[in-house]
């Protein structure tokens, strides 16, 4: 799990949106309404948003093309939940919610890289020393 979220308000302008993801480097953005998971956009969506008209994508706000409900799992759920999560939604990032409260996102890379380290560590691999 990824614990630095990036948010933005149901309000922001989606050209906005975009510029943070981009300065970010992130692929999704929760989106809040009064500090509360009110959907979620990712570049695609972004992107299918840039195929209207110029002025029509300058004018959109991220509630017009935001995702909800938005999947979610819980903080006690364990790597295989996830999976199985993400193989049935065919979702890439998952936030991860305790109470209202938005504690991390899981993405795909998050579990590649976890499932690569776990193998490494079941090869016998030589592990880092701190």
Known sequence: MTSLIITAEAETLVVDAARLMAAEDIGSLLITKADVLAGMVTRREVIAA???????????RVKDIMTTPVVTIGPEADIGQAISLINQTGKRHIPVIEGNDIIGLVATTDIIRVLATMKLIADGAPQDED
């Open 50 to 60: 840039q195929l209207l008209s110029e002025e029509s994508y300058h004018n959109l």
